[in-house]
C-alpha cells in the first residue's frame, strides 16, 4: 500500500515530481533509462520517451564533459509541462564507475566506465537541501553496483515527499550550500557589479568548470536578492524548445539528437516502504540529522565557511542594534585612501583586458557613502501574490520580477540549448556554461563572468560606464570584505557568528536594495542618486523588474 507522496500512479502530493536515471550509451549517448513516476502517464518506468518540453533533460542531467570528473552535481530549470505552470527545478547527482567493478554488466556496457546521474525533478527551489539527500542516495546506488536494484530510487521520491512541503522554503534551510561568504571571498568588490548586471536585465553567463562550482556561483549571487530564491523563480524558464533537435546537430559533440534512445529494461516496482532511504539519509541521528552540506557548492580555497545564526523566518533578521563590538559607523567613517591601496588588487581587476576594464573614474571625495542600517524585521512576514507579476511578494514588493517575461535563468546550459542565447523570444538571461563554445561567443552575451579567474567582462563600453562603482558602492563592499575576511574563524566555527556571515551579508544587500529602491523615488536629491550612480538608476527604472515594482507601489499607495 501507497503510504506516502501518492499513489502509485496518482498525481504527486509533495514537491517532488520525479526520480530520473540518465545514463550514456556507447551510441545512442545521453538518455533516460528510468523514471518514477513515468515522465509520460501510463508509460513503463524504463521508457525513454520524454515531454516535448523536457527534450534537453538528458543533457542537464549528465552534463558535458562529465567523464572529466568522477562525480559532479547539476543545478537546472525546465520550462513547466503547460503553457501557464511554474519552473521545474532539477538536481542531479552524477558518477562514474569502473564497468569491471559491476556485479551485473549488461551486454550494452561496452566501455571500460559507466556514467550514471540520478536527477530529482521538484516544484520546490530546494536546491542545497535535496542534493545533499540525492548525494547520499547516489552513492548507494552506485555502491550495489546492479542498476537494475531501482528500489531505492523509489523509496527515495517517497520520502522526499513525505518529508517535504511548503514550509521547506521557510528558515535558512533554502540557502544550504549557497555561502555568500566564500563569494566574497572570491569576488570580493566585484560581487556588487554582478548584482547590478542582474539588475539591469542584462545578458549575463557564468563560466567554469565543474558545473557543481558553475552553479554554486550563480545561484549564491541570486540568493543575494531578497526572496528571489523562494518565490522570483517560477517564471524563469519560460522557453520552448526547437522543434527538431536536428536542428542543433552542428552544435552536438558525442551527444546523439534527443528522440533517438534506447530502452533499458527494469524490473516491475512494487509500492515499498522507504526503510532503506531512511537509514540512509538519517544515518545513526534519526531524522534528517546526518543531512548536511559537506562540501559548499562553491568552495574558495581553504576559507573558513561561516553560516550565519539560524533564522526560522524565509526574512533575513539583522539584530535590533548593533553588537558592542560592530562597528556602526564603519560605512561613514571609511578612509577614502583605503580605495586607492594598491594591493588591493580586485579594484584594478574588475577587468584584466582594456576592453572589458571597468574605467575607475574620478569620483568626488565628498560624496556620501550608502549608510543605512539593517533594522529588525519585526512580526511575521506576509506575502501575497503580486498586482502584476504574480510572484509572491513581500510588503516591499520583494523579490523583484527580474526573472519574468522572457528573462531566463538557466543555472547549467547544455550545448543542445545554444540558440537560446539568440532567441529572439528572450530578452535577457543569467545562464551558467562549462562548454568553451558559450565563452568565445561573446557577442551573445553583455557580460561574460570568469569564475575561476574572478573576472567579469563586458564588452560595451557604455555598460562598462554603468557599473563603474561609485565612491559609495566602494565602500559598501569594502564594510563587506573587511567584515568576511576578518580573522573570525573561531565565531563561525561554534555558530555564534553574524557580522560577516551569510546571512549578515544577505542582510547587507537587503539594505542595498530597499535604500535604492527608496533612492528612485527621490530623483530631485542628486547626492542620493550619486551614491549608486544617477546613469545607473535612470537605466534600471527602465527596465522591467523596477516597472513592475513601481507600477505595484502606485497601484499600492491608491487603496
Known amino acids: 500500500m501507497e503510504k506516502a507522496g501518492r499513489g502509485c500512479e496518482g498525481a504527486p502530493r509533495g514537491p517532488v515530481l520525479h526520480i530520473v536515471v540518465v545514463g550514456f550509451h556507447h551510441k545512442k549517448g545521453c538518455q533516460v533509462e528510468f523514471s518514477y513516476p513515468p515522465l509520460i502517464p501510463g508509460d513503463g518506468h524504463d521508457s525513454p520517451t520524454i515531454p516535448e518540453e523536457w527534450k534537453y533533460l538528458p543533457f542537464l542531467a549528465l552534463p558535458d564533459g562529465a567523464h572529466n570528473y568522477q562525480e559532479d552535481t547539476v543545478f537546472f530549470h525546465l520550462p513547466p509541462r503547460n503553457g501557464n505552470g511554474a519552473t521545474v527545478y532539477g538536481i542531479s547527482c552524477y558518477r562514474q564507475i569502473e564497468a569491471k567493478a559491476l556485479k551485473v554488466r549488461h551486454a550494452d ?104 562550482k558553475l552553479v554554486g556561483a550563480l545561484m549564491t549571487v541570486l540568493s543575494l536578492f531578497p526572496g528571489m530564491i523562494e518565490h522570483g523563480l517560477r517564471d524563469c524558464s519560460q522557453y520552448k524548445p526547437r522543434k527538431s533537435v536536428s536542428e542543433d546537430a552542428g552544435l552536438q559533440e558525442n551527444n546523439p539528437p534527443a528522440d533517438d534512445f534506447v530502452s533499458v529494461s527494469a524490473p516491475n516496482i512494487a509500492c515499498t516502504t522507504s526503510e532503506t532511504v531512511k537509514k540512509i539519509l538519517t544515518g545513526n541521528h534519526g531524522g534528517d540529522a546526518a543531512i548536511t552540506a559537506e562540501e559548499p557548492l562553491f568552495p574558495v580555497g581553504n576559507s573558513s565557511k561561516g553560516q550565519g545564526l539560524s533564522e526560522t523566518s524565509p526574512y533575513l533578521k539583522p539584530p535590533s542594534r548593533p553588537s558592542p563590538e ?142 563603474s562603482p561609485t565612491t559609495a558602492d566602494l565602500r559598501f563592499a569594502d564594510y563587506l570584505v573587511k567584515h568576511v575576511t576578518e580573522n573570525r574563524e573561531d565565531i563561525f566555527l561554534d555558530g555564534t557568528g553574524w557580522e560577516g556571515g551569510d546571512e549578515w551579508i544577505r542582510a547587507q544587500f537587503a539594505v542595498y536594495i530597499h535604500a535604492l529602491l527608496a533612492a528612485t523615488l527621490q530623483l530631485d536629491n542628486e547626492k542620493v542618486l550619486a551614491d549608486y550612480g544617477t546613469a545607473f538608476v535612470m537605466a534600471w527604472k527602465n527596465t522591467h523588474n523596477y516597472r513592475v515594482w513601481n507600477s505595484n507601489r502606485i497601484q499600492h499607495s491608491r487603496k
Open 109 to 212: 556496457v561496452t566501455r571500460e566506465t559507466v556514467q550514471k546521474s540520478v536527477c530529482v525533478l521538484s516544484k520546490l527551489p530546494l536546491y542545497g537541501l535535496l542534493q545533499a539527500k540525492l548525494q547520499l542516495i547516489t552513492h548507494a546506488y552506485f555502491e550495489e553496483k546492479d542498476f537494475s536494484q531501482i528500489s531505492i530510487l523509489k523509496e527515495l521520491y517517497e520520502h522526499m515527499n513525505s518529508s517535504l512541503g511548503g514550509t521547506s522554503l521557510e528558515g535558512s534551510q533554502v540557502y544550504l550550500g549557497l555561502s555568500p561568504r566564500d563569494l566574497v571571498l572570491h569576488f570580493r568588490h566585484k560581487v556588487l557589479i554582478l548584482f547590478k548586471l542582474i539588475l539591469l536585465e542584462k545578458k549575463v553567463l557564468f563560466y567554469i568548470s565543474p558545473v557543481n
Open 326 to 467: 560592530s562597528s556602526e559607523s564603519d560605512w561613514e567613517t571609511l578612509d577614502p585612501s583605503i580605495l586607492e591601496d594598491p594591493t588591493s588588487k580586485e579594484r584594478d581587476q574588475l577587468g584584466s583586458e582594456q576592453t572589458n576594464s571597468f574605467p575607475r573614474e574620478s569620483v568626488p571625495s565628498d560624496s556620501a557613502p550608502i549608510t543605512v542600517q539593517p533594522q529588525a524585521n519585526m512580526g511575521q512576514v506576509v506575502l501575497l501574490p503580486g498586482l502584476i507579476s504574480g510572484l509572491e511578494e513581500d510588503q516591499y514588493g520583494m523579490p523583484l520580477a527580474i526573472f519574468t517575461k522572457g528573462y531566463l535563468c538557466l543555472p547549467y546550459m547544455a550545448l543542445q540549448q545554444h540558440h537560446l542565447l539568440s532567441d529572439v523570444t528572450v530578452r535577457g538571461f543569467v545562464a551558467g556554461a562549462t562548454n568553451i563554445l558559450f565563452r568565445q561567443q561573446k557577442h551573445l552575451s553583455d557580460a561574460i563572468v570568469e569564475v575561476e579567474e574572478a573576472l567579469i567582462q563586458v564588452q560595451d563600453p557604455e555598460l562598462r560606464k554603468l557599473l
